[in-house]
Structures are given as C-alpha cells and as structure tokens.
C-alpha cells in the first residue's frame, strides 16, 4: 500500500462531490480537477489545481481533450516499486496520481427518446472519462478508483482508519466496480451505433451487448444440484420484480423470482380494479378482481384452493390487515404488492418464513423493452407482449348471437388472464373472476377439458378465452358441454366457419380479436 497523496476529481454527475473533496482536502491530499467540476469545487471552497495548469497544457478542441496527457496518465499508471518507472516520472516532473474519481457524460439520458440528435449524442461520447477508469482500475495496486457517490464515505473511512491508506481489498472491489461501469458505458454506445440505420434507430441493432448487474446469489437455481444468482437492470424504472425489495421472509429462491414476476405483470394488467393474483409454477391458478383485497384474493383463491397452497400471490393495492390475517391463514411462499398497511406487516410478521414484497408505487403507464430468451449459443430476443386492452377496440362478432355486456367484460377479464397462462391456453371466468384455467397442453381441446375440470364453481354461464385459434370444433363442442355462453379467441384457422357454425348450433356468442397471445 502506498500513502494517498494526490487526487484527479472530474465528474459529470456532481452529487456529494463538494463534500467528499473538502473532506480529502481535511486529510492532506492534493487534488487536481478539470472545467466544470474545478470550478464547482473553487465557488464551494475547496483548492483545487487545474489540469491545465499541472499539465502546462491547455484544454484543446473546445474540452475535447483535457485529461488526455502523459503527466496524467503517467501519473496514474506508474507502477510505485518500479525504479525505472520512479526513475522516468522524475525526470519528466510527474507527480503520482492515487485517487481517481470519475464519472460519464449523459450517454444514456441522451438517446432514450426515440428521436436522437446524433450530432448531441456523439458529443456526449467521453472519451477521457473512460480513459482515466481503465488506467486507475487497472493499476488498482496502487491506484483508488472512485465512479459511484455511495462509495465516497466508504473511501474517507478507509483513509482515516488506515491514517492514509487504501487497503488493496477496496481497491480491488473498487476496480472491478469501475470496470463494469466503463463496460455498460460501452454497452450503451455501441447497441445505440449498431441500431442506426439512415441515421434513424431501429429496433435491433447488428449486434448487442447486455448488461446486468447481481443483485443476489441464489440458495441454488431450478433444482438443488443448479447453482443460480438473480441479475438486473440498473436503469429499470418500470415497477417489476427486479425493483422490488423484500421486507421479511426467507432467502428468495430462482423460482420465487420467476414466478413473482409472472404473479406481478399479470396484476398490472388490471389498472382499474383491486386485482389478484396467485401463481403456481408460472401459471395463475386464481385470478380476481374485487371491491377490496381481501375478497379479491378470497375469490381468487376460490378458482383452485389446492393449487394456491404454497403459491405466490400479487396483489396491485395495498394489503390492509384483513387481508393479511387471510393471507396468514395458509401456506404461501411469496406475497408482491406495492405497499403494507403496519397493522398488515404486524399480522404478516407471525409468519416468519413468507417472503413479503413491496414494489414501487405500480405506474399503470407505457411500458416498453425486450423479452429475451435463452437458448443453447444464442438468445431469442423480442418485444415485450404488452397488449391486451387494445385487443377489443377491433374486436369482431361472428355468431348470430352476440355477447351482452356482462359476457363482454367477462371476455375481457378473461383475455387478460389467458394472456399469461402457458399455451395452448384457455381461462374460464364469469363476473371477474377466473373459474377454471387450463395451461400449457399440446392439444387445445385438451386445455378446454382440464379447465372445465380444475373449476370448482359451477362453469355454466361463464366465459372462455383461447390464447390462440381452436384448429377443430371439438374445444367449441366442449365448451358447450360445460355451459360456457360467450368465447373469445384470434380467429384464422382455416377452419373458422366450423368453428362458428358449432357455436351458432350451441347458441355460444363468440368474438374474434385477430391477435394471438401465444406464451412459450
């Protein structure tokens, strides 16, 4: 370890910058900084010497060129128990730079609108902000590389404990964290060049660099003998999974995550109502809107009561304490909404082991990204299966019966549902709640029987939602069976008429919405 001495400040993003350079100041270190953070750090009172002024070389080409000098760089990347290194920076007036504290210009701010100036979005490339990380990071031995605010009070404590040294421990965390942030800089840069075509950006560039970040490791993955960890997006705002912070419970296992997210964006489906939601191996097996959540999550759980036991559940409100002491009553893995009455966490707090989550306040608004999927050497990688709504502003009659409207919004609340349920998939629902669900079966009259089957209310009078086509009569037929009154589907097999027919002859009122709604 080497005794820190000299500091190089430059930072686009400024919060907390002032304080922790008068604090370096307190403790002997001379600091050096460029344009704008110089003469932040100057008006709040801290000394500073210019770049410039060390370099004997004036800023060039309107800013463009600052930190890129040998006595910089130099500076930075001397080895300290190198003679010859000592040897040559002596000879050339350097000083040892060991603290290096950087962060980027706005890459990312800037081309998030789909309309980019890219004569602004070249301007804010830095290229000697990522410069200065790659060289201090890597020279981590002897250099202290600093690119988050958060990290400033961890750097001052070391020093002070330390009388004025860095353990290499910090160092090392520290230079892995300032790899990574030149790498998703990179990332940004390069996905938003390889995504323009004519100047204008598409959808899916000619290459693409993702970038997460670990949020946790894992108990294990699908199956104890699977190691796993949960990876994120930094810059996700959207409420998800991802943002969400657990407030009691067990370590969160893979399936947990996987299954709260399916839990989670099928609440969101419904903005206007109390909804819940209970999911069981990625598939809801109740789902209702109510009045309040306790008798939504009662008349959600009354769709399948066997299934729901150890399930995940969602809810888009806040759970109050009637709810909870329900919730409590059972055994349930995880529970994901957006806020907790005290008297709800008082009652839920009993059950020590039940993973309790709180998103941020659910935006009901755009949403937007990718969906990527695995596979061996590859990834598929696509928009995000958003609509829903949108689907019965087109919608299509073609029985000679149409629905009333009850069976409209029963269509509705179906369509929603059947959105997130493993294809070939079928939901029958009746007055906003789900009756019976069949998911995931090869053959789609197959998932008609298992949902008449798994219903543990009566189905006479309810509704039925197909994700994708009946290819044959047979679902129609079964439908009928059961009392099913109105069904939604895609239409366009090339054997809709029979499908019509069947349902004009069982006196069924059926629309088409044209958009299929296939989950893999």
């Given at each position: 370890m080497n005794k820190i001495e000299r500091a190089l400040i430059s930072v686009w993003k400024k919060d907390g910058i002032s304080n922790f350079a008068r604090e370096l100041k307190e403790l002997g270190i001379e600091i050096l900084s460029t344009g704008g953070t110089a003469k932040l750090l100057k008006d709040a009172g801290v000394n500073v010497v210019d770049i410039s002024e060390y370099t004997q070389s004036p800023e060039l080409l309107g800013g463009r060129v600052k930190t890129l000098h040998p006595k910089i760089h130099a500076g930075i990347l001397a080895v300290r128990d190198n003679e010859s290194h000592l040897e040559e920076m002596k000879q050339h007036g350097i000083k040892p730079i060991d603290i290096v504290v950087v962060n980027f210009y706005p890459f990312e701010d800037v081309i998030k609108s789909d309309e980019v100036d890219l004569s602004e979005a070249i301007e804010n490339i830095d290229i000697g902000g990522p410069t200065l990380?790659?060289?201090?990071?890597?020279?981590?031995?002897?250099?202290?590389?600093?690119?988050?605010?958060?990290?400033?009070?961890?750097?001052?404590?070391?020093?002070?404990?330390?009388?004025?040294?860095?353990?290499?421990?910090?160092?090392?965390?520290?230079?892995?964290?300032?790899?990574?942030?030149?790498?998703?800089?990179?990332?940004?840069?390069?996905?938003?060049?390889?995504s323009l075509e004519n100047g204008k950006k598409t959808k899916f560039p000619s290459s693409l660099t993702l970038y997460f970040e670990k949020?946790?490791?894992?108990?294990?993955?699908?199956?104890?003998?699977?190691?796993?960890?949960f990876y994120t997006e930094p810059w996700i705002e959207e409420p998800c999974i991802s943002n969400s912070v657990q407030i009691q419970g067990k370590e969160l296992s893979l399936n947990n995550i996987y299954d709260a997210d399916a839990a989670l964006e099928l609440v969101k489906e419904f903005p206007s109502n109390v909804a819940c939601v209970i999911v069981k191996h990625n598939n809801p097996c109740g789902v209702a809107i109510a009045e309040n959540p306790v008798t939504a999550f009662l008349r959600a759980k009354e769709c399948d009561p066997e299934s729901a036991f150890g399930g995940i559940v969602a809810f888009n409100t806040e759970v109050d304490e009637n709810t909870a002491t329900e919730l409590a009553s059972m055994f349930l893995e995880v529970v994901i909404a957006p806020g907790y009455t005290d008297k709800a966490l008082d009652v839920l707090s009993t059950k020590q082991n039940l993973r309790i989550l709180k998103t941020p306040p659910l935006d009901f608004g755009q949403k937007s990204g990718f969906d990527i999927k695995k596979v061996v050497g590859g990834a598929l990688i696509q928009d995000r299966d958003l609509r829903s709504e949108?689907?019965?502003?087109?919608?299509?009659?073609?029985?000679?019966?149409?629905?009333?409207?009850?069976?409209?919004?029963?269509?509705?609340?179906?369509?929603?549902?059947?959105?997130?349920?493993?294809?070939?998939?079928?939901?029958?629902?009746?007055?906003?709640?789900?009756?019976?669900?069949?998911?995931?079966?090869?053959?789609?009259?197959?998932?008609?029987?298992?949902?008449?089957?798994?219903?543990?209310?009566?189905?006479?009078?309810?509704?039925?939602?197909?994700?994708?086509?009946?290819?044959?009569?047979?679902?129609i037929d079964e439908a009928a069976k059961s009392g099913i009154t109105a069904i939604v589907q895609p239409g366009g097999s090339i054997r809709d008429k029979e499908t019509i027919s069947a349902a004009d002859e069982h006196g069924i009122a059926m629309v088409f919405t044209g958009i299929r709604h296939f989950r893999h």
């Open positions: 990380l790659r060289a201090a990071a890597k020279n981590h031995r002897y250099v202290t590389v600093v690119t988050h605010p958060e990290d400033y009070k961890t750097v001052i404590n070391e020093l002070k404990k330390n009388k004025g040294f860095i353990s290499p421990e910090l160092n090392m965390r520290l230079a892995a964290k300032a790899f990574s942030y030149v790498s998703r800089y990179d990332a940004a840069i390069s996905n938003f060049f390889n949020r946790m490791k894992l108990r294990y993955g699908e199956n104890p003998h699977q190691e796993g960890a949108e689907d019965f502003k087109e919608l299509k009659i073609v029985t000679k019966r149409q629905p009333t409207v009850e069976e409209l919004e029963d269509l509705k609340f179906a369509w929603k549902v059947c959105k997130h349920v493993k294809s070939n998939a079928i939901v029958l629902a009746r007055r906003g709640q789900t009756v019976g669900i069949g998911a995931g079966q090869m053959s789609r009259v197959d998932s008609v029987k298992i949902a008449v089957m798994k219903a543990r209310v009566p189905t006479k009078g309810a509704v039925l939602a197909s994700d994708a086509f009946f290819p044959f009569r047979d679902g």
